[in-house]
């Protein structure tokens, strides 16, 4: 479907939960590469954005988040990066219909820019590649998201920005410093919008690292630093081990009762991240609906 941001402005749009453990829990083994999944199990990857779709996600991902050439290079996989990208969000194109948006998927490579252990125009070569590939594969805009570098997010925008005629959204994970305001690089909320905006991102928010509580301050610090619209993701919770499993203790309920709070804080689309499932996001769904 032909879509702007603009499309959603005036509500809260709900998006998807996690991916990766959703593929962990279908069978992924640890250590595996869940973007190849995309050419090796696509019905697997494909009943979890259906499931999406069908709890009530307006918005759903794609399994592409580590299907840049650096990252994919771990599995011996680097040269079919554009391949694994156009493939994830055709998957995601073909289970979202009419229904839902699609917005692709670009995580972090793995270098950090100022260290300069790779040239910075490699690293914008390959979100390039990345971001023209999920358009061909039917992505409606491409999500730059769980980024704790500011230099890192300046080039994976800028590579979606020019690759694409998508809208692009620029999401960090914030979830360090003594008031858990900062990424772990140091970036603080206002930055992310001064960059965001001066790069034309359509929207700008925070993913992954936190619970909802951390990040409905959050959404509050990027609602006053930018007009544009606030993209929220939290995990369900801080992971804990139990019986030798990593596991995100809060359950769909808990979870959404913080919609109110990230609505009233100014959130314009409301998903989560790890740990999240397709429960949580018909009780996010309920939530919207009652505050309706």
């Known amino acids: 479907m032909a879509m702007r941001i603009g499309d959603f402005v005036g509500r809260v749009t709900v998006t998807d939960g996690a991916w ?3 593929l962990q829990a279908r069978g992924l083994p640890p250590g595996g590469c869940p973007d190849a999944w995309n050419v090796e199990k696509p019905s697997v990857v494909e009943a979890i954005a259906a499931e999406y779709v069908a709890a009530g996600s307006r918005i759903i991902l794609t ?3 580590r299907a840049n050439r650096f990252v994919l290079g771990h599995w011996s ?32 490579t793995g270098k950090i820019v100022m260290m300069r252990e790779v040239p910075p125009e490699e690293i914008e070569s ?28 300046r080039l994976a ?62 959404t509050r610090l990027l609602r006053e630093a ?27 309920a808990e979870f959404a009762g913080f919609v109110p709070a990230l609505v009233e804080a100014g959130a314009s689309f409301i998903g989560g991240c790890c740990g999240t499932t397709p429960a949580h996001v018909r009780e996010i769904r309920r939530r919207l609906e009652q505050l309706a």
Request: aromatic share 6%; hydrophobic share 45%; net charge negative.
């Open 77 to 108: 996989l680097a040269d079919r990066a554009g391949e694994l990208a156009e493939a994830g969000a055709a998957i995601s194109r073909k289970a979202a219909g009419e229904a839902a948006a699609v917005f692709g998927s670009i995580g972090p």
């Open 63 to 65: 399994n592409t988040f």
């Open 157 to 218: 925008i800028r590579a979606g920005v020019q690759s694409t005629d998508l809208p692009v959204v620029a999401s960090m994970t914030f979830d360090s410093g003594p008031d858990k305001c900062h990424t772990m690089m140091g970036v603080a909320p206002g930055d992310l919008a001064a960059a965001a905006g001066e790069l034309g991102a359509a929207a700008i928010g925070a993913n992954c690292g936190a619970g909802p509580a951390n990040y409905v301050n959050i």
């Open 126 to 153: 390959a979100f390039a590649e990345q971001a023209a590939a999920l358009a061909r594969g039917g992505a409606d805009a491409i999500l730059c998201e769980t980024f704790t570098e500011l230099d890192e997010l």
């Open 20 to 22: 990766g453990t959703q």
């Open 226 to 252: 930018t007009e544009l619209p606030v993209w929220v993701k939290p995990n369900a919770g801080l992971p804990v081990m139990r019986d030798g499993q990593t596991v995100f203790p809060m359950g769909p």
